[in-house]
Structure formats: C-alpha cells, structure tokens
C-alpha cells in the first residue's frame, strides 16, 4: 500500500463515452500528477498539481480535462477518446521537497477504448 | 534534445548473482538521480536517490552509482533472487527547479528476469 489509490482499476470505454479516473493520496503531500504509460515507452507527464493549482500541462489533448479540488484528490476527466488512448494511467503524490522530489504512485488504471 | 536511456532488452541472470542496469542521459544537467522498481499492472516504487555529489548509494543489496562525466548511473542487485525480477526505471531532476515540485523524467526501464 504506497498511500496512493487509483479508481478504478479497469477501465473499457467506447470513443463516445465519458468517464472519469480518480486519485486518493493520504500521505499529506501538496503535489499530485498524471501520467500515462504506454507498453515500451517511458513514463509520459500529463498534469502537475501544487497546492491544487495546475502548474504543468505538457500538451494534453483537450479530451483529457484534470480536476483537483483539494491536495488529496485528483481527477481525470475522459471523453471522445481514441483507441491510441488506451494505456495505463497512474497519478502519484510528492512532497515537492526540493532536495527529493520522490514520487509515490497509485497502482493505475488500465484504460481501454474501443 | 533530452534523453534517458535504458537497455530496452530484457536482463537475464542466474539467482545468486549480480544484476547490473544502466541509465545513460544526454543534455541534461541532473541534480539528482532515481531509480524505481515495477511490477506488472502496478505503478512504479522508488528505491534510491543519489544526488550529483555523490558516487554511490547502497541500501541492503542495492548499490547506485552516479557518475556525471560519464553521464551514466549503475544499479547493482547482489544475490539477486527471483523476487527481484520486475522492470526498473531511473528518473531525473534538473535544476534549477521550482522548489522541487516538478515532476521527474523518466527512462522506459529495463525488464530483469532472475532465473532459480
């Protein structure tokens, strides 16, 4: 149990659906992220949240849309997604300690689009 | 451009012996290093920093090195036993940093299979 966890853990959605993933972080950290991991491709940073305000966006589609309403909670919002989309999605916590930055990782969601 | 580089191919060794991954980058100035473990269908656990001053970091079988001329950090797995196969990602910080709240970048991992 790292103190990050992902609903749900399974996920098929078809290309008109909408849905969303959610992140619980109980380890009191201030930042929170998306990534989506591909089979065979490094680790890919959606969003960055800092005391629940966006601070990175790295060129996310628009049917990607984040939400974090609080430091402990994050959301993805999902719609018109496209079979290319299918991946895991993980969101992980840091202290934003400067000296360490150690991330701490949910146990993902494994997205399929139909 | 910035890049992390990870044997792609699987590392295949005997339980017992030392396991030897590699982390090379290029265009990046790091402050610190990290490496992390993943099993499948889970997300990635971190195992160990070591910071730009610093040549080796152990932690019970685990051992690090970072060596910054030649842009390269080393994770060794002595008597490495099945439980340890899983892939393994270095991750890099830059500075300067907003007060360390970015995130890192990673390397795609390198797949370790200990055979008994």
Known sequence: ?114 | SQKIEQNSEALNIQEGKTATLTCNYTNYSPAYLQWYRQDPGRGPVFLLLIRENEKEKRKERLKVTFDTTLKQSLFHITASQPADSATYLCALASLPMDTGRRALTFGSGTRLQVQP
């Open chain 1, 1 to 114: 149990e790292t103190g990050v966890t992902q609903t749900p853990r399974h996920l098929v959605m078809g290309m008109t659906n909408k849905k969303s993933l959610k992140c619980e972080q109980h380890l009191g950290h201030n930042a929170m992220y998306w990534y989506k991991q591909s089979a065979k491709k490094p680790l890919e940073l959606m969003f960055v949240y800092n005391f629940k305000e966006q601070t990175e966006n790295n060129s996310v589609p628009s049917r990607f849309s984040p939400e974090c309403p609080n430091s402990s909670h994050l959301f993805l919002h999902l719609h018109t997604l496209q079979p290319e989309d299918s991946a895991l999605y993980l969101c992980a916590s840091g202290s934003g300690e400067p000296a360490k930055n150690i991330q701490y990782f949910g146990a993902g969601t494994r997205l399929s689009v139909l």
